[in-house]
T-cell receptor, first 113, second 112 residues
Framework: NAGVTQTPKFRILKIGQSMTLQCTQD?????MYWYRQDPGMGLKLIYY???????DKGEVPNGYNVSRSTTEDFPLRLELAAPSQTSVYFC????????????FGDGTRLSIL | DAKTTQPNSMESNEEEPVHLPCNHS???????IHWYRQLPSQGPEYVIH?????VNNRMASLAIAEDRKSSTLILHRATLRDAAVYYC?????????????WGAGTKLIIKP
């Protein structure tokens, strides 16, 4: 099983550029999440979605946008990249069962110079 | 803010048991205790979770104090592959969005 797939794995952006981080899952999970992780820190929730067409802000949503047009895909958009958005971004998904865990992708390492 | 307290780092010898502590003195009756780990350059992966009783699975055991103010993740026989950052996370059973609030975790170093 592919699980949660994130692309690209690495990217360097210039300040002010925009890009979309892709996340897709093949487990038919309802819930999807975007996190960022700064060096030596835990993950911080950016946005999440409880199903297609429904998204909501997490702890650190400023500077990001998301959409959820299908169950499988949950892209994260940076409109005007800033150095503070240099981080590793993780996407996760989960099904409706409260006893089942979140499943994570391998991350996208983003540097903004 | 994370509602758990963990040591920044711990060291253990290969093939010995490891006990990773977590304090959660403000835990509520509806908080589950979750453990995830993150291997170097990878996304986090689930380890175990529990509410009140001790739990065992193929990866680890979770020992929960009787007052639930602390818990311990037990790796019975550590291998080099267990070197990772281990996160102890509380999740309210009433949170229908299943959000996880992450602290900095404990970096486990395994010595050969």
């Amino acid at each position: 099983n592919a699980g949660v797939t994130q692309t690209p794995k690495f990217r360097i952006l210039k300040i002010g550029q925009s890009m979309t981080l892709q996340c897709t899952q093949d487990m038919n999970h309802n819930y999807m999440y975007w996190y960022r992780q700064d060096p030596g820190m835990g993950l911080k929730l950016i946005y999440y979605s409880v199903g297609a067409g429904i998204t909501d802000k997490g702890e650190v949503p400023n500077g990001y946008n998301v959409s959820r047009s299908t169950t499988e895909d949950f892209p994260l958009r940076l409109e005007l990249a800033a150095p503070s958005q240099t981080s590793v971004y993780f996407c996760a998904s989960k099904n409706w069962d409260p006893n089942q865990p979140q499943h994570f992708g391998d991350g996208t390492r983003l540097s903004i110079l | 803010d994370a509602k758990t307290t963990q040591p920044n780092s711990m060291e253990s010898n290969e093939e010995e048991p490891v006990h990773l502590p977590c304090n959660h003195s403000t835990i509520s009756g509806t908080d589950y205790i979750h453990w995830y780990r993150q291997l170097p350059s990878q996304g986090p992966e689930y380890v175990i979770h529990g509410l009140t009783s001790n739990v065992n699975n193929r990866m680890a055991s979770l020992a929960i104090a009787e007052d639930r103010k602390s818990s311990t993740l037990i790796l019975h026989r550590a291998t080099l592959r267990d070197a990772a950052v281990y996160y102890c996370i509380l999740r309210d059973v009433g949170d229908s969005n299943y959000q996880l609030i992450w602290g900095a975790g404990t970096k486990l170093i395994i010595k050969p």
